[in-house]
């Protein structure tokens, strides 16, 4: 019986050390950031018609934040200052110009978790500086944005990641199938037209090769340190192709638009001539809506089964359960809202709202938490699950207090910039955007541009699409000047000026 009772309490022993090294051992962290992906473009958060069972997976047995947004950018190419605010941690105002270098004093997330005995691997799209993603990984795979940009999913230059951060145009790369259907790479043809010539059976597509990349290096992972892994997408940002399997999901003619859908803005919000705003013509008639958003689903369909597969890779060699993985987009997307097609705004899906979950060895069972949160918030929370000691550089602020169930919030607004256009401020159940069109002369044409402004107030609770504006009623005139002078307290408190950017002309000088 005595004997029978020593193993008993020895195997109880044992038991417990396992379960301590299991406990103790350091978690993976999978970052998977996508490109132009508002909130309401993955299912399960909004209820909208986009397929996602993937993420939506993520989703439901993980957490959920429904208040996570870009702070801004001083820039039409938002998606480079929000990477940079992600990967720093530092908002806006505390970038190196507009975001494209990362200085050494900034320490990246990869960096950090390399200083705790992570290897850090990069995948996919980087819109920061070279010597930055040099230092920010121990390795990685094909890396996009180097030089020379066809803006093609199926035909995307690409150059091997290099520690040393030199890379030369000829060093670019495709990824095409050869007769046998086999994935080879071909070199850029000297002049290659720029633009969507190609098609699925030309080559893989850029979320394909990603996921195909990822998925490699979780299969051959059999070293004893964690990973950190960056894995950036480029889509669902345009040109919006995905294979035909997945654009017949949506039919164009049964695309059901949103609540926001305008055939055109209603005045010059400062930058709506950009790149992006050219993809279609004016006026977004339904049509033309239906068909973008059509092409957008597919798309992100398409992506959410790349995911579904890199996810798949992490259970299938048992390292799933003991990572960390967390996902976000860069940026809102217009689509039709509004009568707008970018991200060149601070309306909250057309521009600024951003999905964020944190799944895996996360469970929550989609638990949701409505804290106040910005994309640079993103790093410190993940370091304080991860109990990796955030560095003083960052800015941001952790969310474990809200996830442990300690605060609320660790914040009570968001403000945001657009260039020297816009600026936005919400708080409690209401938000302010405030548009500024500075006088212009136009040296080519010899015109001159009147200078404009524009104040929309929504009651966010009640219209969280933004399509009732409230600043010119009587009765919410007191709403409006309070709104009017937290803001102006909050870019002074925050350094919102034109020493931090690259423009002439400030927001302020023409409020």
């Known amino acids: 019986m005595i004997k029978i009772l020593r193993v008993c309490i020895l195997t109880l022993v044992v038991s417990s050390q396992l379960f301590a090294q299991q406990k103790s051992k350091k978690p993976n962290v999978l970052l998977i950031y996508t490109d132009d992906h508002r909130y309401s473009g993955i299912h399960a958060l909004a209820g909208e018609d986009v397929k996602t069972p993937n993420i939506d997976k993520l989703a439901n047995e993980g957490i959920i934040f429904t208040n996570t947004y870009l702070m801004g950018a001083y820039n039409g190419g938002t998606c480079m200052p929000s990477r940079a605010q992600l990967l720093s941690g530092r908002k806006l105002f505390d970038l190196k110009g507009i975001g494209r270098t990362i200085p050494k004093a900034h320490t990246t997330i990869g960096e950090t978790f390399q200083a705790t005995g ?85 080559g893989p ?65 400062g930058h709506m001539t950009i790149r992006d705003e050219a993809l279609a013509p004016w006026p977004r008639t339904p049509e033309v809506a ?25 259970k299938k060699t048992g390292q799933y359960d003991n990572t960390i993985i967390v996902l976000s987009g860069d940026s809102g997307l217009g689509v039709g809202n509004h009568g707008l097609l970018g991200k060149q705004n601070v309306y909250d899906e057309d521009g600024i709202h951003v999905p964020f979950i944190i799944s895996g060895k996360i469970k929550g069972n989609g638990k949701r938490f409505d804290a106040f949160s910005y994309i640079h918030d993103i790093y410190p929370t993940v370091c304080d699950i991860a109990n990796v000691k955030i560095p003083e550089s960052v800015t941001g602020k952790s969310l474990k207090p809200v996830i442990d169930g300690k605060k609320a919030q660790v914040r009570d607004y968001t403000y945001h910039a657009y260039r020297q256009h816009q600026r936005a401020y919400r708080k409690g159940d209401y938000k302010l955007i405030e548009f500024v069109r500075a006088p212009d002369n136009d040296k080519q044409q010899g015109d001159f541009i009147a200078g404009s402004k524009a104040t929309l107030l929504f009651n966010f609770k009640k219209d969280p699409w933004e399509t009732t504006n409230l600043a010119f009623l009587p009765e919410y005139k007191d709403i409006l000047e309070k709104m009017r002078k937290e803001m102006r307290a909050k870019a002074i408190e925050l350094n919102d000026y034109k020493e931090y950017n690259d423009y002439p002309v400030d927001f302020w000088d023409y409020y």
Do not use: C
């Open 118 to 202: 992570y290897n850090a691997h990069f995948v996919g799209k980087w819109h920061q500086d070279n010597q930055s993603l040099g230092r920010m990984f121990t390795s990685g795979a094909s890396v996009m944005s180097r030089g020379i940009y066809l803006t093609d999913h199926y035909r995307m230059p690409l150059w091997k990641w290099r520690k040393d951060g030199k890379y030369k145009k000829e060093d670019a790369y495709i990824f095409k199938y050869d007769e046998k259907g086999k994935i080879v790479k071909r070199p850029v043809e000297k002049g290659e037209q720029r633009g969507p010539i190609n098609d699925e059976f030309d």
């Open 205 to 269: 597509h850029t979320s394909e090769i990603y996921a195909d990349e990822a998925i490699d290096y979780i299969s051959q992972n059999n070293s004893e340190k964690p990973f950190f892994m960056y894995l950036a997408f480029h889509a669902p940002h345009d040109p919006r192709q995905a294979p035909k399997k997945y654009k017949d999901m949506y039919p164009e003619k049964k695309m059901k638009l949103l609540p926001s859908y305008m055939a055109q803005h209603p005045f010059d919000n």
């Open 290 to 314: 239906k068909k973008h958003l059509s092409d957008y689903y597919a798309i992100i369909t398409h992506l959410d089964h790349q995911i579904g597969r890199v996810i798949k890779s992490l």
